[in-house]
């Protein structure tokens, strides 16, 4: 059975949100996925990666000197993660909380990519904002 539980494009109106199980090739696809990402997608990141590939597979793995990483800064992209969190209650107990963090993909590649590769984090979704996507302009 395929859990397509990850597998969404959400937009508010500031960022477009993509489930961290789709593959670029799944977002060409979609129809509520925006056409410029698309157009980025097929005419730029698709000549650093395989567009099988899932985004959070292609973010663990990602070249902070590539061109992608590159357009990934200029779309403003933020990666949510989720991990583990151990916390102090009353009477010195001691309990495990989920921490849901936004990051910036610089951020993502410097502090937090390394423990999602040791399975100590987990990534939620990636998002882009709207904003950024309008005004990016490649030649």
């Not at 590939?53 to 992608?68: A, C, N, V």
């Not at 779309?75 to 936004?102: D, I, M, N, P, T």
Request: hydrophobic content about 35%; proline content about 2%.
């Amino acid at each position: 059975m395929q859990n397509d539980n990850f597998k969404y494009v959400i937009q508010d109106t500031g960022n477009v949100y993509f489930g961290r199980e789709l593959t670029y090739t799944e977002i060409l696809e979609r129809e509520d996925a925006p056409f410029k990402f698309k157009s980025i997608i097929t005419g730029h990141i698709a000549k650093d990666t395989d567009l099988n590939q899932k985004i959070y597979e292609h973010l663990i793995t990602l070249d902070p000197d590539s061109f992608t990483y590159k357009i990934f800064e200029q779309l403003k992209l933020s990666v949510r993660v989720c991990y583990k969190k151990q916390k102090k209650g009353f009477g010195g107990r001691v309990k495990e909380k989920w921490v849901h963090e936004a990051c910036p993909v610089k951020r993502f590649c410097g502090e937090y990519r390394e423990q999602v590769k040791a399975q100590q984090m987990i990534i939620e979704d990636i998002s882009i904002s709207k904003l950024a996507l309008m005004i990016l302009n490649i030649v």
